[in-house]
């Protein structure tokens, strides 16, 4: 296997520092607006969340909202975006790929590809201080989808498993549009998500304090672990079918 693909280094989701002028203090007050808000629907949920949360929250003028998005929708699809900007720019590995390339790889390629796209996304969802933010703003999309999972889904994620699945079956031999690839794909997905979903079970479990580097490490050795295991079992069954 080849070392792990890393997730790009990048800041956290705090609006970026700009020289004064009209411009850049409006483009500062919307990338505030968007930060705040994308907590606050991340802990309260859309309807839960008013314009006047998001603009207390971000020290502007409620006028604001609807000046730079129109509005609360348009707020929150400007959080969708900025999701899925986000995560397509600081996961390297999860890039949407060249289905010709890929169908040019051998299996081994192939599953080294996905080992790391898995143990990639593993560290960016438990290291990153900006992941947990995206993670409940994910989560409230997926529970409960609002026109903004359209966005993710059609912009980010499904082209991303589409890739995953396509190197799946490149490794094992399945077909990659099967239903068996695509629980299998969002299986792996699942245990990487529960340290971040399920992170206070977790942490009682392990009786640690927090999930520091070297907890990071532990668990992505884990999902390695099971990963390979995974691959080798249907690379066996397809072997003997």
Known sequence: MTDDIQPTAAPSLDPPRAPEGSAAAGEKTRASL???????????????????DIAGAAGVNIAGIAY????KAG?????????AGVLAERLSALTVGDPAADAGLSPDEAAALFEGSITGLA??????????????????????????FEILYHGLIRPRHERLCRLWGRATGEDPASEAVIIAVSALFGQVMFFRVGRATAL???GWADIDETNVETIVEAVREATRAMLASRRAGRAAS
């Open 75 to 83: 707020l929150h699809k400007a959080c969708g975006e900025l999701v």
């Open 68 to 71: 730079h998005f129109g509005g």
């Open 123 to 148: 560290r960016f969802m438990l290291a990153r201080p900006e992941a947990e933010a995206i993670a409940r703003f994910m989560v409230r999309e997926q529970m409960d989808p609002t026109p903004t």
């Open 204 to 206: 009682r479990r392990l």
């Open 34 to 52: 968007i930060r705040v808000a994308l907590d606050l629907f991340g802990r309260k949920g859309y309807d839960a969340t008013s314009t006047r």
